[in-house]
Nanobody, 130 residues
């Protein structure tokens, strides 16, 4: 599988919005869990949101619930992360990832996923100023 290609990051003021995209050819099928992760400077990579394609069940980090929305365009094999009401703590490099749903999709699986995942893309930088 090819590395995913993330895009859509940028610099915004607090309260602004961004929509991230992830070109994930070959990843978006019904048996996959797709996720967005982020890594702030000096911190570990953490899960932000995930979705199980077959059921469309979604999971969000508590601090982004109600502000971020994960969704996909299966026909185009693109995963999105709509981010509204951005806060400075949302700043970081954002990455997308995919794996078999058999390995878990809920937030409890994110830490191990982040540690074990190998096929990270280049990411897209999000910077939110106060």
């Amino acid at each position: 599988q090819a590395q995913p290609v993330e895009s859509g990051g940028g610099s915004v003021e607090a309260g602004g919005s961004l929509r991230l995209s992830c070109a994930a050819s070959g990843y978006i099928n019904n048996d996959y869990c797709l996720g967005w992760f982020r890594q702030a400077a000096g911190k570990e990579r953490e899960g932000v949101a995930s979705v199980y394609i077959r059921s469309d069940v979604k999971h969000y980090k508590d601090s982004v619930a109600g502000r971020f929305t994960i969704f996909q365009d299966s026909a185009k094999s693109i995963l999105y992360l709509q981010m509204n009401n951005l806060k400075p703590d949302d700043s970081g490099m954002y990455y997308c990832a995919a794996r078999s749903v058999n390995l878990g999709c809920a937030s409890g699986s994110w830490r191990l996923w982040a540690n074990d995942h190998k096929n990270w893309g280049q990411g897209t930088q999000v910077s939110v100023s106060a």
